[in-house]
């Protein structure tokens, strides 16, 4: 993919709600009741349907699934996947390009890590989420 195509791409921050909540293992429902009174299951269809999310509900969504704003702004799944497999190892180089050209970004961190570690913490939100369901239930 060239850099022009790169920057032309849009982002689709409905459809990076729904990545996000289903890696989390949260059911459309679930993020509705924590969304409030206004919220069912049809309508947060809807918004993840939306190419873009009003801001106020982006970070009110990001909040509740514990992730960054900016990640479900910015998210997209074909670069990440690229990057994640030219970056398997300590001294890993990740090739990007810039107005001026081709520049290079060496990793300080084990990029396999990082990716146990959110898992890891995807696990606990998803732990939590079942605990304030039962909750919900027992009521």
């Known amino acids: ?7 032309n791409k849009k982002i689709h921050q409905g459809r990076n709600i729904k990545r996000f909540r289903e890696m989390l293992g949260i059911k459309q429902e679930a993020l509705a009741f924590e969304l409030g009174d206004d919220w069912n299951q049809k309508k947060v269809s809807l918004l993840e349907q ?9 970070a009110q969504v990001a909040k509740i699934l ?5 990640a479900i702004e910015n998210f997209d ?5 690229n ?14 390009f ?3 050209g081709q520049a290079n970004f060496h ?5 396999l890590d990082k990716m146990v570690e959110l ?7 998803q732990k939590e989420m079942i605990e304030k369901l039962e909750r919900l239930i027992e009521k």
């Open 1 to 7: 993919m060239s850099y022009t195509d790169m920057q």
């Open 50 to 58: 939306k190419e873009t999310v009003e801001s106020d509900i982006l």
């Open 66 to 70: 514990k992730v960054p704003a900016e």
């Open 77 to 81: 799944e074909e670069s990440a996947i």
């Open 83 to 96: 990057i994640i497999a030219n970056t398997f190892h300590d001294s890993a180089v990740a090739n990007t």
């Open 98 to 100: 810039t107005d001026g």
């Open 107 to 111: 990793c300080t961190f084990n990029p």
């Open 119 to 125: 898992y890891e913490r995807m696990l606990e939100q």
